[in-house]
Every structure is written in C-alpha cells, then in structure tokens.
C-alpha cells in the first residue's frame, strides 16, 4: 500500500517546517497528497536507507567575471548567520577543469582559524582567469545523533564543511551551465533524514531545525546574492524532499 502525506501520524501530519521545505524545493504539498508521487516506500525503495549527496546550484543573469567575488562574498557570508562559521575553512583555485592540479590553495582552518571572508576571496580570486573555478569550504554546523549513542543517542552540534564553487565562464568546457555560476555541495543528507535513528520527540525536534536551517540558509543565499536560478539536486537524482516524505511515511 503506498501512503499518502495526509496519512502520516498525527504529530507529523502538516507540519510547518515540511510543508515550508515542499515548497521552497519546488512540490505542490497537495499534488502530493492527490497523485502519492514519491511518497510512499515503493518509490523511495530506490535509495532507501542509503544517505546521499545533495547540492544547490544558482544562476545569475549577464554575470561578469569581475563580480564573482561580490557574489561569492555575500553568499559564503550567509553560513554564519544561519549556524554556520564566521570565517573560510579553506580556498582553492583550479585551472582549465577538475583534472588539473590546484593552481592556487590554502587551508586555514576553523573555528578562530578561519580566515575572513573578503580576505580569502580575495587571496584566491587574484588568479581571475575565465577559466579558472574558485572552491572555497566553510564550517556549518547541525544536529546530530552522537556515534555508538545507541537506540536513543544525545543530539549535539555538529560541524561539517560545505564546498561553495564559483565557476569561470570557460572552466571545463563551461560547466556553469549545468551546474550554475555559483553550486554549494552541501554534502550527506543524513542530517535532514536520520534513516537509522529512533524518531523520538528529541530526535523529530532535531531534524526540524536542521531542515529549517537549510530552508533559512538557501533562501537568504537566494536573495542576498539576487540569483534568478537555482535548483536543488542530488547525486542519485531523488530530490530531498521527496525522501523526506518517505521517511515519514516509513512511520507507518
């Protein structure tokens, strides 16, 4: 039998942070409900209890060269409003296409060892060549379940590094038009799913925030940074909104 989300458990049945995840992702929380598209565990059998990588790629209308940085600035300085550090874990500059040894790298580290912001984009954008793509990573931080915590684990805050690419127009064969002027490899889903965990209140409050955080963040990026594209994806090409709909309907 596949479930609708209306037959999710009473807690979980139309809660705000799902329905405001559906939409900002781009489902229809109704059509949903009406067709069971990806909502039940037929469909989510694909991947099931297989944790994936999910990125968000963002396009920018007559992007100059120039005003990468603008752009890269503002949006690495979203991370730390939003749970994230404060300063770059590290920058690199590629050349020609990913097969091609760094041009340029530096790791400064976390937590005070970040660098600033300005500082680090500046420093790796000196080489601005047109076919050159710009990595930086930045420490953000969620709730996760602490290792070997058993059935009912003690939730802490967990950093994480997230990869911010700003591509060259030029850069491998350009590449931007796949997969946007600027992509945020966010990593793991396994913070926004817990497939392995026990959904207690603690565990469901966890994960809300999480997801919540994730929503604040992409749309501040969005906005701040004026993108007039973005897409969320993923490497096994099931969005994470419909594998959280089918974490929830495993609940039956």
């Known amino acids: 039998m596949i479930h609708s989300v209306g037959d999710a458990p009473e807690k979980w049945a139309h ?3 799902l329905t405001r995840f559906l939409a900002f992702a781009g489902f229809d929380l109704n059509t949903l409900r009406e067709t069971g598209e990806s909502a039940g565990p037929v469909c989510a059998s694909k991947i099931e209890e297989m944790s994936d ?3 968000l790629s963002l396009w920018y209308p007559q992007l100059r060269l120039a005003a990468l940085q603008e752009k890269l600035e503002v949006v690495l300085g979203q991370f730390y409003l939003h749970g994230g550090e404060p300063g770059v874990f590290s920058a690199t500059a590629w050349a020609v296409n990913w097969r091609e040894a760094a041009a340029f790298q530096e790791i400064y580290g976390l937590g005070e060892h970040g660098a600033q912001i300005d500082y680090a984009v500046t420093e790796a954008l ?8 710009y990595e930086f990573q930045i420490g953000w931080s969620l709730w996760e379940p602490e290792q070997d915590g058993g059935r009912y684990p003690k939730w802490v805050k967990t950093p994480r590094l997230v990869r911010v690419i700003a591509y060259g127009p030029e850069f491998d064969d350009g590449a931007y038009e796949q997969e946007g002027h600027i992509r945020i490899d966010f990593g793991s889903d396994a913070p926004f799913l817990q497939e392995d965990v026990e959904l207690t209140p603690e565990a469901i409050r966890c994960i809300e925030e999480n997801v919540r955080q994730l ?5 501040a990026i969005e906005k701040e940074s004026e993108a007039s594209a973005r897409l969320m994806w993923s490497e096994l090409g099931e969005s994470l909104a419909t594998r959280l709909v089918a974490r929830l309907n495993r609940l039956q």
């Not at 000196?126 to 793509?133: G, I, K, N, R, S």
């Open 53 to 55: 990588a999910f990125s």
């Open 126 to 133: 000196e080489l601005l060549h047109p076919d050159y793509a």
């Open 215 to 219: 929503i604040d963040l992409t749309n």
């Open 15 to 17: 809660p705000r942070f």
